[in-house]
């Protein structure tokens, strides 16, 4: 349906809870704008509740394919409602959050003079259900307000802030100062009287709720009690009654905006990389491997479910070229033996025709053999994730039926990939220029065929290199498909890219994380991306990966192993591990930052068991830590991590907290849950400082006193604002503490 304006109206109107200061309309054009004579004071009520009100601004509102919807009015209104968020930078996009995320609702409310005013944010389910949250200022002076909000439902929801007088809250205050002034006090005791006559009279208020009202009312006007007595009344209980149904003359509804919540798994995830050619890989006598299959590398998945793990990452599955390959360690000479890197996709199939993107390698098994693996997964409540690398080996169908769809050199051959300073001889880039759309098709294809198969998550290779619409195009026509669908980036590349990939539909993203090793360095980059960025993009703490081996883990040993992990694993929500990690690989390839004898390039088996065995394994650790995240759901938060100080400049500490609002279950409250976490990021000394907490980002009052209990350890400890800590990098690199509960003084 073609979108229609209706202009700003100015007038008497009644209105209800539901339409607030909008006229709601189902399908058709409102009405012309009307002038109604109001009603005695006695008849006028709140828009919050039913009943006829006085003069209002209403906002114009555009129908949209059959709902309407509050569009940006053309008027500030008499209470001006601005800068709301969640928002994008680019309005074209927009917010997003996960099943079960609690997301901070904000806006700029105020008005005229020196009454007060109040915000009510006003918010509907995908299935409908529309809810109303009181907004609580933030800081004085600023005018911002904020609703939290736990969104349960994936889908759209649709959101709009009303600002309102709060012709309560402006009579409290002014009550006061004059009561206590000694000026006017039986005046103000009866301009609230009459305040709280209107808000009886409004049959829609509870029952309960207007008796005691009535109450207040007759007391604040009882002349026989003292003024000392009524004052007091300024602050009765009863008045908590306007916090949920405030009483207003004057309205203002901000434009109606939406944020779409998508599936838990896209923003809550534990996910661990193996090569599965690698799992069950053996070397025979003449020096050749028998790979690994799809039906070795399901044996690894009860290790892997056993640390906690809920997602399997898979490098590419596909055959490899044979042309160009690459030898060990990226070499240009590859002995007889080399099975080539993954990533060189296209390759003889077993009966030696080319197979591409929709085909898995040979030595790996058959289609059902990787259905299978995706099944025994699924049973041990693990997902599996797929590599999309959109590029081809000279070996590739593509090359040949689709030549266009690669860089074509004045000398008759191909441009190959380059990433200075690597080369990468074995691998074709996807030019988009002659052919996107056939592109744009045959990637579809490939990832509706993965998708049949039982893959629901894609972990894509260099998005970066590839047009940004192509990416918004090829989701969205998936999601549309399958919303649960998820595509996590791996775009180490300027933060304009990175976050534009976000905001076309990337559900989650690689990040620098990994380079992120100093203290303050830590505390800039995780303040950036759960405050700045957190509207559209998630993090994917990933410690290492094949490719990425940094000098803090070289030379770190195993306390930064330690160190890093459980940072990645309590500050974000998502956090990754590549294979070998736990076993503290940290031998890299002379002057660069990724692993010698790279498994890129290589079968690498690794013996598990035994390094569990001979306490050469972090696999344990690693296991509690997805532990911990599972029990305490502070922990599946992005937004609410919060830093606090310490004396020493090694010594990083950090808060997440979860109020119990967001903790129950079946509507009822739970305990809040807060998690603090101390870490040495020196994996060399031992430090010994002392933590400073910010009581009230922990839910606590200043000064209170409260049990902590060690999750690692076991250990219990009463702590307050100040508290001594010892960090032993190669004992005990850091604390993960949870509150207990409070002292009693």
């Known amino acids: 349906m073609t979108a229609r304006t209706v202009n700003l109206r100015i007038g008497f109107t009644g209105s209800t809870l539901g339409r607030a200061c909008v006229e709601r309309v189902n399908g058709r054009t409102p009405n012309r704008s009307r002038r109604i004579e109001p009603g005695p004071p006695s008849a006028h009520s709140s828009p919050f509740s039913a009943g006829r009100e006085p003069f209002r601004l209403l906002a114009p509102t555009e129908i949209r394919y059959g709902r309407t919807v509050t569009t940006a009015p053309a008027h500030a209104g008499r209470i001006p409602v601005t800068r709301l968020t969640p928002a994008l930078p680019d309005a074209r996009w927009r917010p997003k959050a996960f099943e079960g995320e609690v997301v901070p609702f904000r806006a700029t409310v105020f008005r005229e003079g020196h009454d007060q005013v109040g915000a009510m944010l006003v918010i509907t389910s995908p299935a409908g259900v529309q809810r109303r949250e009181r907004m609580s200022p933030l800081a004085a002076g600023t005018d911002r307000w904020e609703a939290e909000v736990l969104l349960d439902e994936t889908g759209e929801w649709h959101w709009h802030v009303t600002g309102f007088d709060d012709e309560v809250a402006t009579w409290r205050h002014d009550a006061a100062l004059k009561v206590d002034a000694g000026v006017d006090a039986e005046l103000m005791f009866e301009i609230g009287a009459r305040l709280i006559d209107r ?202 039926e689709h030549p266009e769809w690669f860089t074509q050199l004045p000398d008759g051959t191909i441009r190959y990939a380059e990433n200075p300073p690597k080369k990468y001889q074995d691998i074709y880039p996807v030019n988009f220029d002659d052919d996107p759309e056939g592109i744009y098709d045959e990637v579809l294809r490939v990832v509706r065929h993965w998708m049949k198969q039982g893959v629901r998550i894609f972990r894509v290779d260099n998005p970066h290199t590839k047009p940004l619409a192509f990416w918004e195009r090829l989701i969205g026509a998936v999601n549309a498909d399958d919303p649960g669908v998820i595509f996590l980036a791996e775009a180490f590349t300027r933060p304009a890219m990175m976050q534009a990939l976000a905001m076309v539909g990337f559900q989650q993203s690689y990040s620098y994380f990994t380079w992120r090793n100093a203290k303050a360095e830590l505390e800039e980059f995780l303040t950036s991306v759960s405050q700045e960025t957190a509207d559209f993009m998630r993090p994917n703490l990933f410690v290492n990966t094949p490719d990425i081996l940094t000098e803090y883990l070289q030379f770190g040993g195993p306390a930064a192993f330690t160190v890093r992990a459980t940072i990645a694993a309590t500050a974000a929500p998502l956090w990754g591990v590549y294979a070998g990690f736990e076993h503290f690989e940290s031998v890299a390839r002379p002057g660069a930052e990724e692993a010698i004898d790279n498994e890129k390039y290589e079968y690498k088996p690794r013996d598990f068991a035994a390094a569990e065995r001979d306490g050469r394994s972090l696999a344990l650790y690693l296991g509690i830590l997805n532990r911990i995240r599972a029990e305490h759901p502070a922990l599946g938060q992005l937004r609410n991590i919060r830093f606090h100080a310490s004396d020493d400049d090694s010594v990083l500490v950090y808060s997440k907290h979860l109020s119990g609002r967001f903790t129950g279950t079946g509507g009822r409250p739970g305990a809040d849950d807060t998690i603090i976490v101390v870490a040495n990021v020196d994996p060399h000394s031992v430090r010994e400082t002392t933590v400073h907490l910010d009581l009230e980002a922990l839910g606590l009052e200043p000064g209170t006193r409260f049990e902590v209990d060690e999750l690692v350890t076991g250990e219990r400890w009463v702590w307050g604002d100040s508290n001594y800590v010892r960090l032993d990098a190669f004992t005990r690199p850091a604390h993960i503490l949870h509150v207990r509960r409070v002292v009693d003084a």
């Open 199 to 400: 808000a009886v009279a409004e049959k829609t208020r509870p029952l309960a709720a207007r008796k005691r009202l009535t109450a207040l009312a007759a007391a604040l006007r009882e002349r026989e009690a003292s003024v000392a007595d009524r004052r007091a009344l300024i602050d009765d209980p009863a008045l908590l009654e306007f916090e949920v149904r405030p009483l207003a003359r004057l309205t203002t509804d901000s434009p109606e905006h939406t944020i779409v919540v998508e599936r838990r798994r896209a923003g809550v995830g534990s996910w661990y990389e193996f090569f599965p050619r690698s799992e069950g890989a053996k070397q025979l006598k003449d020096g050749s491997w028998k790979s690994g299959t799809f039906r070795t590398a399901a044996k690894r998945l009860d290790g892997v479910a056993a640390m906690g793990f809920d997602v399997v990452y898979l490098p590419p599955i596909h055959p490899i070229g044979v042309t160009n390959r690459k030898g060990r360690n990226n070499t240009l000479d590859p002995g007889p033996h080399d099975p080539g890197s993954p990533w060189a996709i296209g390759g003889p199939l077993a009966d030696g025709s080319p197979g591409g993107h929709d085909a898995v390698h040979p030595d790996l098994g058959t289609l059902a053999d990787f259905r299978a693996f995706v099944r025994r997964a699924g049973a041990l409540g693990i997902e599996v994730a797929l590599d999309l690398a959109l590029q081809a080996a000279p070996d590739h169908p593509w090359v040949t």
